[in-house]
């Protein structure tokens, strides 16, 4: 059979490979860790007691140390059933093996055919179905006179093969083992031979699937404690995030409300003073929109040139109508539109000539748009009365009032008042105040 390079192997082939060494490195180191219950039926058989039949005597064989030890044997020649079964089930407790220990079946050597197999590596992806049907080329049985196991030895990813070793029994032997141990109301978990057995490797295993039996998780007290407990803790933890939001929830109730009232407080106060501001904005906004006549009046007085004259003015609404004389009627419509309060001027009749004619009558109208702020604070104030003194002026005396001499002009005046004292005072330092005389 020629020989593949290893390019020719695909690469599924060889990451399965590896996958698969990994998870037996793996599972082989997790073993050990696992009770001894649970560890059987996975091929590493030095948790079991092995059961053997020969010549007439049974014996039961346990691991310890580094190798296997008979730990009982007994005759069953000449006994019946029912005495075979108690013999059988004395020795099972002799060797320390309880009701639930695992029990497997030690086949004869002799027995058992074994084989070592060069495969393409491809094949091992149904490589039970394969041997299944190559039975008989490798082997002088047929398939179903056999049972037969496998398990591979070593995989060539450059040459593309794989090395495994096939063992073959008769299935009389094992059959007839099997039910010895039925009659006998014992059950065996595998059928192995005594020198294939090594620690944490998989055994040649001939028993059928069919008798094998259902191994069940064996759950203590103990380990429904441990579960419930568990699944307390579980429900805790997915409750106490819960139950710390809802009392922070809770905890925040009062702030919120507080901080609601407080934001319903400062609204009322933004419309308030929004609506304060609107009444007061309300008075400014009219002023704008309806200037005042004074502002009118001012205006015009600042724009119309000294040659015109305004006979009658006359305001409806925003619309302002002018008439009167002017000199320069061409620059009058230029002259208003300048101004900060009117616009859209023109005139409303046809220019006239006055009866001296140096003048042009007209009739002018515009339209009065809302004055700027800076107008508004502009505007021409009314004038205030002075302010009264706190106390009253008294009247002049009337020696006070002749002392004073006739006015002069200003220069004489003056210069009197430079050379001597002024009469009035003099006078008025002469003469004693009228009035009551005091006692």
């Known amino acids: 059979m020629s020989s593949r390079p290893s390019s020719a192997v695909p690469i599924r082939l060889r990451l399965k490979s590896g996958w698969e060494r990994f998870i037996h490195w793996w599972l082989a180191e997790l073993a050990g860790l696992l009770p001894a219950s649970w560890r059987a039926g996975r091929g590493d058989m030095t948790d079991h007691l092995l059961f053997a039949f020969a010549e007439d005597a049974c014996s039961v064989r346990r691991w310890q140390g580094d190798r296997w030890v008979e730990a009982s044997r007994r005759s069953v020649q000449g006994l019946d059933v029912l005495a075979q079964m108690q013999a059988v089930h004395a020795l099972l407790k002799l060797a320390g093996g309880g009701p639930d220990a695992p029990l497997a079946l030690a086949l004869p050597p002799r027995q058992v055919l074994r084989k070592e197999l060069q495969l393409p590596l491809a094949v091992e992806e149904n490589l039970r179905t394969v041997l299944q049907y190559e039975i008989d080329h490798y082997t002088p049985f047929r398939s179903d006179q056999v049972y037969f196991d496998y398990?591979?030895?070593?995989?060539?990813?450059?040459?593309?093969?794989?090395?495994?070793?096939?063992?073959?029994?008769?299935?009389?032997?094992?059959?007839?083992?099997?039910?010895?141990?039925?009659?006998?109301?014992?059950?065996?978990?595998?059928?192995?031979?005594?020198?294939?057995?090594?620690?944490?490797?998989?055994?040649?295993?001939?028993?059928?699937?069919?008798?094998?039996?259902?191994?069940?998780?064996?759950?203590?007290?103990?380990?429904?404690?441990?579960?419930?407990?568990?699944?307390?803790?579980?429900?805790?933890?997915?409750?106490?995030?819960?139950?710390?939001?809802?009392?922070?929830?809770?905890?925040?109730?009062?702030?919120?409300?507080?901080?609601?009232?407080?934001?319903?407080?400062?609204?009322?106060?933004?419309?308030?003073?929004?609506?304060?501001?609107?009444?007061?904005?309300?008075?400014?906004?009219?002023?704008?929109?309806?200037?005042?006549?004074?502002?009118?009046?001012?205006?015009?007085?600042?724009?119309?040139?000294?040659?015109?004259?305004?006979?009658?003015?006359?305001?409806?609404?925003?619309?302002?109508?002018?008439?009167?004389?002017?000199?320069?009627?061409?620059?009058?419509?230029?002259?208003?539109?300048?101004?900060?309060?009117?616009?859209?001027?023109?005139?409303?009749?046809?220019?006239?000539?006055?009866?001296?004619?140096?003048?042009?009558?007209?009739?002018?109208?515009?339209?009065?748009?809302?004055?700027?702020?800076?107008?508004?604070?502009?505007?021409?104030?009314p004038a205030r009365p002075a302010p009264k003194t706190a106390t009253p002026v008294k009247p002049a005396s009337a020696a006070a009032k002749a002392a004073v001499p006739p006015a002069r002009p200003a220069s004489a005046a003056s210069a009197a008042a430079n050379k001597a004292p002024a009469p009035a005072a003099a006078a008025s330092r002469a003469a004693p105040p009228a009035g009551p005389k005091k006692p």
């Open 151 to 381: 398990r591979v030895l070593q995989r060539d990813l450059g040459l593309g093969k794989i090395k495994v070793l096939l063992g073959v029994v008769p299935r009389q032997v094992v059959d007839d083992e099997v039910a010895r141990l039925q009659r006998w109301n014992l059950a065996a978990q595998a059928a192995v031979v005594i020198d294939d057995l090594r620690p944490q490797a998989p055994a040649l295993d001939f028993l059928p699937a069919d008798v094998r039996p259902k191994h069940k998780l064996g759950v203590s007290r103990r380990n429904l404690m441990l579960a419930a407990v568990v699944a307390l803790l579980g429900l805790t933890a997915l409750a106490l995030p819960i139950v710390i939001k809802r009392q922070a929830s809770i905890a925040l109730i009062p702030i919120v409300e507080q901080a609601d009232r407080a934001t319903r407080s400062v609204e009322r106060l933004r419309d308030r003073v929004q609506a304060e501001q609107a009444r007061y904005n309300l008075l400014i906004q009219k002023k704008r929109e309806h200037p005042s006549v004074i502002l009118l009046l001012d205006e015009l007085t600042r724009l119309l040139p000294p040659d015109t004259w305004v006979q009658q003015l006359s305001l409806n609404g925003n619309n302002l109508q002018i008439q009167g004389d002017t000199g320069s009627s061409s620059k009058l419509i230029g002259l208003v539109e300048n101004s900060r309060i009117l616009r859209g001027a023109n005139f409303m009749a046809p220019l006239t000539k006055a009866p001296n004619g140096n003048t042009e009558h007209y009739q002018l109208g515009a339209e009065v748009e809302p004055a700027p702020l800076s107008m508004l604070a502009n505007a021409p104030q």
